[in-house]
């Protein structure tokens, strides 16, 4: 009301103006009425220049930054410029937070280590994340707006989205996926809206394969203990239900004790590497002189070679260099000492009495030192050398039957390396013999009389 009251109040003083004027002037009756016209005029066209500049402003106001002040107008349209003002200014505190909001959602989401698609009405893409580009081989940008099942033809997921079904989880292959780096994805989708969906996809391939491993090591451990127990539980019927000669009771008896022993090393390594799996690795503070793991190993080598190369075989030519070092190592005496004679131990039973081994212990010149045990036995094919150090993987399952092997060696061998830091080579090729070098970093080994830093 004030406002109108004062564009009123404007008019008719301009009114009033003109008609005062042509009085002044001498005019008449018709005079006066042309100035009040004339007044009203007057106006009319500053009022319609007033509107003409607001609505300019109108126009232009989206564009401009945050309080940018309205051109000179009359009262009533200054007081709409500036509310005005106030709303544009809420609105793009709004619009900013909105966006803030949006920008920290598509964050989360991109940093998720899930596949994230959001899919339209017609289930056209909208937006992904890295890790779905990852899982499926899409593009964020150039698939946009491109139908799912037209990327995707995987028959599960195609009959999932064709049925609406989306109550149990959908397993399929990635299109990215090889023999050599297999890749399997479980996905789910979850409708939201009017017909929109949002789908989540999860890399199941580690828990896929430990799964599979899992069942060959319980297949694989009820196969080696099952053949010792038929081996045993025929022996004892024979034993109650046969009259036997002291000779082959005797030697019933020699081979049961075998095939128990067979039972308690498997046990026994068993036990072993869920050990190495289930403890913290060992540290460094820890040091044992690398001459007493060797002379230890020699020592049980040749009660080995003795004992397999019986009395009419020659024994192994066993060579151990580097007696004359003065290093130390880093860790668990007991598990070096361990995965070294395991090694030592498979050479002398692959390799034929009075074949040659060589043990060596050696400086590298980064700091770091090697051991290594290479043997003139058989050799391994080189198709065969991926998959050595897999439990109960072996390359001749009866030989190494026979040697009193459990196939869990390499296995306990390769756990108690990684827990030190060290890395197994395996260089070999048949009739060849073969050689294994476990490389150990400058952190685990140091010179004979270092101390550690900050000791006494």
Known sequence: MPALFSRMMSLLILMAGGAALASLAGAETTGTVLGIVAGALIWLIGDNWLARAFADWLHHVPDEQPGTSPPRLDSARREAAERIQRL??????????LENRLHNIQSALQASPNGVIILNEQECIEWCNRTACEHFGLDSLRDLSQRITHLL???????????????????????????????RLEVR????????????????TAIEQAEAMKRDFVANVSHEIRTPLTVLAGFIETLQTLPLEEEERTDMLCRMAQQSDRMKSLVDDLLTLSRLEGSAPPGIKEWTPVRALLEQLGADARALSALLAGQNAPEHELIIEGMDTSGEIAGSASELQ????NLVNNAIRYTPPGGKIVVRWQAQPNAGACFSVQDSGPGIAPEHIPRLTERFYRVDSDRSRASGGTGLGLSIVKHVLQRHDATLAIDSAPSKGACFTATFPAVRIRAGGQKDIGSD
């Not at 544009?88 to 937070?97: H, N, P, S, T």
């Not at 989205?161 to 780096?181: C, H, I, Q, V």
């Not at 989708?189 to 199941?204: A, E, T, V």
């Open 88 to 97: 544009l200014r809420r609105q793009r505190l709004d619009a900013e937070e």
């Open 153 to 183: 033809r995987a028959p599960v997921l195609v009959k999932s989205l064709a049925m609406r079904d989306f109550g149990e989880a959908l397993t399929l292959e990635s299109p990215l996926s090889t023999a050599a780096r297999p890749l």
């Open 338 to 341: 361990s995965a070294f004679f």
């Open 189 to 204: 989708i979850f409708p939201y809206g009017h017909g929109r969906l949002f789908m989540l996809s999860r890399d199941i």
